[in-house]
């Protein structure tokens, strides 16, 4: 079978080892593929393997041969679901492969935050304390996390994991999920509604994928809830967000900050106005992009394309 990678660079810029896929068929992988290069470059795929290249359903009206198409991530809003089951076109996708680098990112993003490790760091460099007649040098306030109330949005696999790390700080944990019925017996945390969530949190880590129910899940309304300095952390996608609101937040100073690793657009326009926010940090969608993580996304995508060779397609999601 013929397999075309459409946007191979950022799964494997040249640390891991294509070998296992090439073994499944003839394999032509393109670091990237722009929408209007798609056709030409997979007219005679019967695989497509794609990470954030859009398939819309043109392009595949344009693709006889595709069988398969595997995304190499866990989020498949890039593919057109309804034209490709019309087209008995077999989709899957990786769920749950990056779980422990995105925990740890969210608490990357919480300490850097609250305990300033980069900003003093940098100062460090700039010779300020060489210049401090002091021990110690510090220039921004730095705050404890033991005593403190973490608010979890989301509670799949992710936000589990980053309930229980916020325990082991020996914070306090709130969650809000839309089917509390499923976890309410096995856990020792209070579920509550998104909008205590947001009243009664120092901290927000956004958990949830993105649905039609959380697109701007955080907004100007919501906002005007949150604690005077609060801080909200975004690992889950950039559209959970309304940036604007979040930038008159961070402006006005009743959020205390807003660390993200997603954004609305990626890469950013230069006039995204959180680029230029006061207290924002944000990182460029990395939080997948550890070795383990890309390894084990690369393995789970040979076995779905195995399964699928062998009749018994895995993580089908059309």
């Known amino acids: 079978m013929k397999i075309v990678v459409l946007d191979g660079y950022t799964l494997n810029p040249g640390d891991l080892d294509w070998a296992s896929l090439k073994e499944l068929g003839t394999c032509v992988i393109h670091p990237r593929t722009s929408i209007e290069q798609i056709v030409d470059s ?5 695989i497509i393997l794609t990470n954030k ?3 819309s359903a043109d392009t595949l009206a344009l693709l006889p041969k595709l069988q398969y198409i595997g995304v190499l991530a ?3 809003n890039i593919i057109d679901l309804e034209s490709a089951k019309q087209r008995h076109i077999v989709v899957t996708n990786v769920p749950g492969y990056s779980t422990g680098s995105v925990v740890q990112m969210v608490f990357a993003l919480l300490l850097e935050m609250t ?11 700039q010779g300020e304390w060489v210049r401090c007649p002091d021990f110690s040098f510090r220039d921004r306030p730095l705050t404890e996390l033991t005593g403190k109330t973490l608010g979890v949005v989301g509670y799949g696999k992710i936000g589990q994991q980053v309930a229980q790390i916020a325990k082991a700080f020996g914070m306090q944990v709130l969650i809000q999920t839309a089917h509390p019925e499923k976890y309410q017996q096995k856990t020792e945390f209070a579920f509550v509604d998104i909008d205590r969530l947001f009243s009664d949190s120092d901290v927000i880590s956004l958990n949830c994928p993105l649905t039609e129910e959380t697109e701007n899940l955080v907004n100007t309304a919501r906002l005007a809830r949150v604690k005077q300095g609060a801080l909200l952390i975004n690992t889950g996608r950039g559209q959970l967000i309304n940036e604007e609101a979040v930038v008159e937040a961070l402006e006005d100073g009743y959020l205390g900050g807003y660390a993200t690793d997603v954004l609305s657009q990626e890469p950013p326009a230069e006039d995204n106005p959180l680029l230029s926010a006061p207290n924002c940090f944000i990182t460029p969608h990395i939080a997948w992009a550890t070795v383990e993580a890309r390894q084990r996304l690369l393995e789970i995508v040979v076995e779905n394309i195995v399964a699928f060779q062998k009749g018994n397609p895995q993580n089908r999601v059309a």
């Not at 305990?115 to 460099?125: E, K, N, P, T």
């Open 42 to 46: 997979a007219r005679d795929a019967e």
């Open 53 to 55: 290249t859009v398939i």
């Open 74 to 76: 866990t989020g498949v």
């Open 115 to 125: 305990q300033q490790v980069g900003h003093h760091a940098w100062m460090v460099r």
